[in-house]
């Protein structure tokens, strides 16, 4: 952690808010009939496993968990420049009558999760779509609404809010760096 971050959540703090959501997960699905986990890339994937993890230690059985890749659906792409990396998306199940919950690690403007939708969508019709994210920092520019968040914080559109984790960055923690004050 640079000088110029403040950390908001630790990995003990980011173990805490996954068992909630996962317990909020199961209470308002009434288990986990009919319930799949998909993780846009590239975090979001790992913190889908760990929601499935703890979704099997709380209510077997273990749900299904899919692999968005959501390159092709950004309407930034041609920012993106000339050869967008573009990764396997990987949905070994059939959407139809599911219910979906669509994971990532920060929700900011919108625009990811309006992209991870369209991408879905031509994948089957699921019975319903919900959002859960690890860090939820404000500053919509879509009517985007998370289901389940782990920690909302307040920032600046400046700020940057960084997710680490083990499997890509070998630490678990969130920090914001930029406007804040460390």
Do not use: C, W
Request: charged share 30%.
């Amino acid at each position: 952690m640079s000088l110029s971050e403040k950390q908001i959540l630790d990995e003990g703090g980011i173990e805490r808010v996954l068992a909630r959501m996962s317990h909020e997960i199961l209470e308002r699905n009434q288990g986990t009939q009919d319930l799949v986990l998909i993780g846009i890339r590239t975090r979001g994937v790992f913190l889908a496993r760990r929601l499935q993890q703890k979704l099997y230690e709380i209510e077997k059985p273990e749900v299904p968990v899919g692999i968005l890749d959501i390159t092709l659906y950004r309407d930034d792409l041609s920012e993106v420049g000339p050869k967008p990396e573009i990764r396997e998306t990987d949905i070994p199940f059939n959407l139809k009558g599911k219910v979906v919950i669509l994971v990532d690690d920060v929700l900011f403007t919108g625009r990811t999760i309006r992209a991870a939708l369209d991408a879905l969508i031509d994948f089957g019709r699921p019975k319903v779509i919900r959002l859960a994210v690890l860090v939820d920092r404000g500053h919509r520019e879509l009517p985007v609404k998370a289901d389940y968040v782990g920690k909302n914080v307040p920032t600046a559109f400046q700020d940057h809010v960084t997710i680490r984790l083990k499997e890509t960055d070998g630490r678990d923690e969130a920090v914001i760096s930029g406007g804040v004050k460390a």
